[in-house]
């Protein structure tokens, strides 16, 4: 069964502090990992993958993967109260569907 | 990133009648779209993979009969709930996937907003 894991949150961080966003998967056979934001009410829009080792950075964002410990983390530098949304993780394997956590809620305050 | 639409965004009927939401892919081909649920405060649930020019994948727990998928193009999934109920109300989002991308990466439409009433 694959399955990815969240802590459901809320993580609430000062405006201007980093965010740390963890995620952990079970099926090693994964090779894609997704970041996607969903903001109260919208549809979850992409962030950011990756799916090498090591880290990924966009901007303020930096995706980090560890495939030997199965973990996946986003980092929010500088973080702004227009950041507060849920973050989902999401995992793929060649072909299937996107496996999702159930995200976690970050909440950035002014 | 590539762009995927529903319509409609937002829908009310009446217990009983039926509902036909339409995605879209607007600058891609997608031989594959999702179809998910959402209710409130809770995470997203996958009902079904949608493949072009076959039946789609139903995830178990799903009714094939009352959630009818029709993949008829490359760029057009549509979703019909039948006979809906009350307890069908939710927020139904569609996803697809842009075969050119190489990565798997999966582009959300907007949503569509059922409620029956």
């Known amino acids: 069964q694959k399955e990815v894991e969240q802590n459901s949150g809320p993580l609430s961080v000062p405006e201007g502090a980093i965010a740390s966003l963890n995620c952990t998967y079970s099926?090693?056979?994964?090779?894609?990992f997704f970041w996607y934001r969903q903001y109260s009410g919208k549809s979850p829009e992409l962030i950011m993958f990756i799916y090498s080792n090591g880290d990924k950075e966009d901007g303020r964002f930096t995706a980090q993967l560890n495939k030997a410990s199965q973990y996946v983390s986003l980092l929010i530098r500088d973080s702004q109260p227009s950041d507060s949304a849920t973050y989902l993780c999401a995992v793929n394997i060649p072909a299937g569907p996107l496996v999702f956590g159930k995200g976690t809620r970050l909440s950035v305050i002014a | 990133g590539a762009v995927v639409s529903q319509h409609p965004s937002w829908v009310i009927c009446k217990s009983g009648t039926s509902v036909k939401i339409e995605c879209r892919s607007l600058?891609?081909?997608?031989?594959?779209m999702f179809w998910y649920r959402q209710f409130p405060k809770q995470s997203l649930m996958l009902m079904a993979t949608s493949n072009e020019g076959s039946k789609a994948t139903y995830e178990q727990g799903v009714e094939k009969d009352k959630f009818l998928i029709n993949h008829a193009s490359l760029t057009l999934s549509t979703l019909t709930v039948t006979s809906a109920h009350p307890e069908d109300s939710s927020f139904y989002i569609c996803?697809?996937?842009?075969?050119?991308?190489?990565?798997?990466?999966?582009?959300f439409g907007p949503g569509t907003r059922l409620t029956v009433t």
């Open positions: 996803s697809a996937r842009d075969p050119a991308g190489g990565i798997d990466e999966q582009y």
């Open positions: 600058d891609f081909q997608a031989t594959t």
């Open positions: 099926d090693r056979g994964s090779q894609s």
